[in-house]
């Protein structure tokens, strides 16, 4: 936001697989309407909950968002740590086709380790490059393999190769003991905002298998279904974000071309010049 006010000619654009989800405000910490309002945000808002979303039509919308911004004379900042869209739009991936009555039969399937271990055995190579816990993935790789007849794997160069690239990349980097306490915190301002309601309030609509596994709803779920006390859906919402901020982070540390920078107290202060230097360049 301080880039965008600072340049004047920017407008941001949302990698998040979850901010994508109307209704889904606090539990993905969405930008407000009001600095919605005051600086143009894209891929936020862009289906229900009920509906399954898929990255290649994130890929789409990404697409034609970057096409409009530039009809306008503007440019684009990219906010934002989804791992694979990130990835996907930033080296403009060839993703395979859909099929979805494979998808179906793979999804019945309730447990995801059997899952993971038909992976393996398909296609071994895909399988050492994700979360074995990661459904989502896990039945994304099958549906590929097994409609297509070829391994997942076989697709594109694969996220292990770092082409030469024309975005620069910033990546901010807080201390590990002091995330883990920003994120406890940020954990409790999403309760004292409102989190439990809005997935209350989500749950009676109905939620896609894809935004019901968001992290934060998938725990209040849980709260609210009985199956854990309000308490412990808390503690756990904080414990998994902690693992996901770590790998998170190695994630975007194996790509050799993102440019870290260590933030001590103020992102804003120690980060927006060397976000706009690169911008400018």
């Known amino acids: 936001m301080e880039v965008a006010r600072q340049l004047g000619d ?3 654009v949302s990698i998040d697989s979850m901010q994508v989800y109307r209704g889904m405000d606090i539990g993905t910490a969405k930008p407000s309407l009001a600095e919605q309002a005051e600086i143009a945000h894209h891929l936020i808002d862009l289906v229900e909950p009920t509906d399954e979303f898929t990255v290649a039509r994130f890929k789409a919308a990404y697409t034609a ?4 911004i530039g009809a306008r004379g503007r440019r684009a900042v990219l906010v934002g740590g989804t791992g694979l869209y990130h990835r996907v739009v930033i080296d403009d991936f060839e993703l395979p086709g859909e099929w979805p009555e494979v998808r179906a039969e793979i999804d019945a399937e309730a447990d995801t380790a059997i899952l993971f271990a038909r992976l393996r055995a398909l ?3 895909a399988a050492t490059k994700m979360e074995s816990t ?3 993935r896990v ?3 099958l549906e590929v393999t097994i409609g297509s007849g070829e391994p997942f794997s076989s697709f594109g160069p694969g996220v292990d190769n770092y082409p030469p690239s024309g975005v620069p990349q910033i990546g901010l980097r807080w201390p590990r003991d002091v995330l883990s306490e920003r994120i406890a915190q940020r954990v409790r301002r999403m309760i004292d905002e409102g989190l439990v309601d809005e997935v209350a309030t989500l749950r009676r609509a109905g939620l896609s298998r894809t935004a019901a ?4 709803y998938k725990e209040i779920l849980d709260a609210l279904d009985g199956r854990v006390s309000q308490d412990e859906a808390i503690d756990t919402i904080i414990t998994r974000t902690r ?3 770590v790998r998170q982070e190695r994630w975007f540390r194996r790509d050799p071309r ?12 120690e980060a927006s010049g060397a976000l706009i230097d690169a911008i400018d360049a």
Do not use: S, Y
Not at 258 to 269: G, H, K, L, Y
């Open 258 to 269: 993102v440019r870290w920078i260590d933030v001590e107290d103020d992102p804003v202060a």
């Open 139 to 141: 039945v994304r790789a």
């Open 123 to 125: 296609d071994p190579e």
């Open 213 to 216: 596994q968001a992290l934060g």
């Open 134 to 136: 990661n459904r989502r």
């Open 243 to 245: 693992q996901f901020a």
């Open 65 to 68: 968002a970057i096409e409009g």
């Open 10 to 12: 920017v407008e941001l």
